[in-house]
């Protein structure tokens, strides 16, 4: 598919293994994404594999390093879809380095239960990521 955006999110847990809280941040701009709740991330540049994209927006927005593991799989190479011209992939994702801060692009970061699903479900989440988490969540709780 040609002229497809790539864009990349994490889905930031406290444990890998055994995650029970999900770092949900809040969009600054553009006006129609503004307030809403997303995953950290962001899009993939020319020539940068998807995971150093992950790395270097995490780095970048959050000022965190972190260690990947699972990616959330859609079903599709290219991944969830968010409209008609973009899709991202989300990897499950630990910190390793740095305590996350809003550096850019986010007002606010919050740490969301993961076993209760209205308190996560009940963010005002961008529409398009609602199946992500949604499936983020089933996933968790089938691993538990
Ligand atoms: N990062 C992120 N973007 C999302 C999510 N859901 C969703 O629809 N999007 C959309 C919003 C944007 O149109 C696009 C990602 O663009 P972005 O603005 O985060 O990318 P970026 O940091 O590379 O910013 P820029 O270079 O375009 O300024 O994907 C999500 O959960 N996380």
Known sequence: MTGLINVVGAAVVDSLETPTRLLA???TAPPQFAGMWEFPGGKVEVG???EAALH???AEELGVEVRLGHELESGNSAGWTLNERAAMRVWFAELTAGEPRP???HDE???MPLDGFD???GLPWIPADLPIVQ???DRV???A
Do not use: G, I, K, P
């Open 141 to 143: 709780s089938a691993a």
């Open 48 to 50: 940068e594999t998807a």
């Open 103 to 105: 550096l850019e692009d």
């Open 135 to 137: 499936a983020l969540l």
């Open 25 to 27: 941040a809040r969009r």
């Open 119 to 121: 308190d996560v479900l």
């Open 109 to 111: 970061l919050r740490w």
């Open 56 to 58: 270097r927006e995490l």
